[in-house]
């Protein structure tokens, strides 16, 4: 199929994923028209796994940020639309038959808002402000974009956007460890963004980051959105979730005296 004719590009970046990438991929299987991947220099068999599934994969470096892998994806794909996925997510059927009527009807909107389910400690999470968790991935080619300042951003879309019903399925940490592994990259990543805004370390950001912030998180997602519906799993994401502001901003200041020393 000639690249101007094709109508859905599912895009990703990876990092050794070769525990999950098939299974996202086969999920896809009868939507796609092209997937493109910018692989982070894996030492699995991420790419090989990519590459039987028909994918063009780019090797590139692995980015801290890594939505700047994924704005390469999404700036070599071809199709009308981008469907951007990462690997430990997975398409439920529903979703796909819905997503072929939103990209082949005549409505105006060019992105689209999909529901996802986050799978956590065995288990998808309902509460603690964990679902509907939306999140924008499929828009129109050229109107989507990712800017690559913050690990937790959003595309930005230009256009009116839409929202569909149906969920897209999370299974970011197949065990605790796993999470604690993820927690670890996230509060490194966050600890730059606090250098990277230059944050003084005094006794009010102290009080802020070790205290308020993680307290604040901590009732909003437990209490409020009634995590402790969740059970155990509930109860630990809303903690460690939490924890971030206080890990992130520790790390800040370790990084900030030792260059000081």
């Known amino acids: ?6 109508n859905l590009s599912v895009v990703l970046a990876t990092y050794n994923e070769e ?3 098939g299974r996202c991929l086969e999920s896809v299987k009868g939507l796609a028209d092209e997937i493109v991947a910018v692989d982070g220099t894996s030492n699995d068999a991420t790419a090989d796994i990519l590459r039987q599934y028909g994918a063009k994969v780019l090797i590139r470096k692995n980015q801290a940020n890594f939505h700047v892998n994924k704005q390469l994806a999404i700036d070599s794909a ?5 469907l951007q996925l990462d690997a430990d997510e997975r398409l439920s059927e529903a979703l796909k038959e819905e997503i072929k009527l939103a990209i082949s009807s005549k409505q105006a909107f060019d992105g689209y808002w999909i529901p996802r389910r986050n799978y956590f400690l065995g288990r998808f999470l309902k ?14 080619r050229g109107k989507g974009r990712l800017p690559a300042k913050s690990v937790h951003e959003q595309a930005e879309v230009t256009g009116q956007t839409g929202r569909l019903k149906n969920d897209l399925l999370h299974y970011s940490y197949p065990d605790f460890s796993h999470y604690l592994e993820h927690f670890n990259l996230y509060t490194d990543i966050l600890a730059s963004e606090l250098a990277e805004q230059k944050l003084p370390l005094n006794l009010l950001s102290a009080i802020n980051y070790l205290i308020i912030k993680p307290k604040w998180w901590f009732i909003k997602t437990y209490f409020r959105h009634k995590g402790f519906r969740d059970g155990m799993p509930g109860f630990a994401f809303s903690l460690f979730s939490s ?5 992130a901003y520790i790390k800040y200041w370790e990084k900030k005296n030792r260059a000081e020393a």
Do not use: S, V
Not at 78 to 82: E, H, L, Q, S, Y
Not at 127 to 140: E, F, I, N, S, V
């Open 19 to 21: 525990m999950n990438i």
């Open 243 to 247: 924890l971030r502001f206080t890990a």
């Open 78 to 82: 071809g199709g009308n639309w981008i």
């Open 127 to 140: 509460k603690g402000g964990q679902y509907p968790d939306y999140t924008l991935r499929l828009y129109r």
């Open 1 to 6: 199929m000639e690249k101007n004719k094709l």
